[in-house]
């Protein structure tokens, strides 16, 4: 598989920015290069215009979240049905903002995984520490923990990816180290190979902080399959830069 440029807008661009996005970044070389798997997680007001740009293109592109049922009285929540109806192709799950500000918990991420797969959408599962638990020397625990509450049953035979996301990484300008880096991607690596031997496919992405001038060394480390990209994902002429740095 090719190697998976993931965007994380977050709580940011609308409508008319999105269009203007899109139309810039498909005129330009670098988006459709066939080493490339580009992702789009996009804000729910976008999803719609993602759609109409990324259809017939080689692009995936899905919502930052997603609820565990299809339907019902869940007032502000993303149906997982109908984001397959309206053309979304993968699924951001459990991302460290929706674990740690809505307090999400490893028995949701486990349910958001199953409903994902359950509608053909393929979910990315973020994990990752604060700084506290990195300190303390927590790191390969939570990661445990993590992958453990979401990786289970059938999920375990399905193609999914896993994001690695340092918390204390993410819009800070911090960026893990690639000794960092390796370490997280090879626990991850064997956890998976361990515990997911069935689930061909899957890639181990790298969240943090990344950038045009890091992409290219953080591309290199053993396991690193994609990236997860925040800030620098707002702007084509950065995103496309870190594409290019991947070469």
């Known amino acids: 598989m ?3 440029v993931a965007a994380n807008w977050k709580l940011n661009k609308g409508p008319k920015e999105a269009e203007s996005f899109f139309q810039e970044f498909l005129s330009g070389n670098e988006a459709l290069r066939s080493e490339f798997e580009t992702l789009f997680f996009v804000p729910a007001v976008d999803l719609v215009t ?3 740009f990324l259809e017939d293109t080689p692009v995936g592109w899905g919502p930052q ?4 049922e299809d339907q019902g009285a869940f007032t502000g929540e993303n149906s997982p049905a109908v984001m397959k109806d309206i053309g979304a192709t993968h699924a951001l799950v459990g991302h460290s903002e929706r674990r740690h500000i809505f307090k999400e918990a490893d028995g949701d991420t486990f349910l958001k995984m199953k409903a994902a797969i359950r509608n053909d959408l393929i979910p990315v599962l973020c994990v990752g520490e604060t700084i506290e638990e990195r300190k303390v020397g927590h790191t390969f625990d939570v990661l445990k923990r993590q992958l453990s509450g979401a990786l289970k049953e059938d999920v375990t035979t399905s193609l999914f990816h896993v994001a690695y ?3 204390w990484a993410i819009g800070t300008g911090e960026v893990a180290s690639p000794g960092q880096v390796a370490e997280a991607h090879d626990f991850i ?10 689930a061909k496919g899957s890639k181990i992405l790298y969240g943090g902080s990344v950038k045009p001038d890091n992409a290219g060394e953080l591309s290199a480390v053993d396991h690193v399959g994609g990236f997860l990209v925040g800030g620098a994902s707002l702007k084509v ?3 496309i830069d870190i594409l290019k740095a991947c070469r």
Do not use: G, K, L, R
């Open 65 to 68: 979240n997603i609820y565990f």
């Open 165 to 167: 996301e340092p918390v």
């Open 50 to 52: 993602a759609n109409a």
């Open 189 to 198: 690596y064997s956890w998976m190979a361990e515990h997911c031997p069935q």
């Open 2 to 4: 090719s190697f998976i």
């Open 237 to 239: 002429e950065s995103f």
